[in-house]
């Protein structure tokens, strides 16, 4: 099992940077890829950006060129660096276990942009 905690959200001004951090901890040694995904209220959780153990990224439209997803492998955390916040990036944000459909989540740290 593995277990999952992020840290780093807040409230920040539109315009405003943030970096988001996740933890694993547990059977970390098979997680070959990681994810960031968001759920704005009354939305669907969403994919905002994925990193593979070789390095590989994937970023959801909205966010391309302001986010950054970095990792250097299971052992060490998972980064979002968010830069030009905008108010529609205000949600929840979760990072999951990307090396199956069935990987842990965390609980989720909250992102609000204000305008």
């Known amino acids: 099992q593995v277990r999952l905690v992020e840290s780093g959200g807040g409230l920040v001004q539109a315009g405003g940077s943030l970096r988001l951090s996740c933890v694993a901890s547990?059977?970390?040694?098979?997680?070959?890829?990681m994810g960031w995904y968001r759920q704005a209220p009354g939305k669907q959780r969403e994919l905002v950006a994925t990193?593979?153990?070789?390095?590989?990224?994937n970023y959801v439209d909205s966010v391309k060129g302001r986010f950054t997803i970095s990792w250097d492998g299971a052992r060490n955390p998972l980064y979002l660096q968010m830069n030009s916040l905008k108010p529609e990036d205000t949600a929840v944000y979760y990072c999951k276990d990307a090396s199956s459909w069935f990987g842990s989540w965390g609980q989720g740290t909250q992102v609000t942009v204000s305008s």
């Open positions: 547990g059977s970390i040694s098979r997680i070959n890829a």
């Open positions: 990193i593979t153990s070789g390095g590989r990224t």
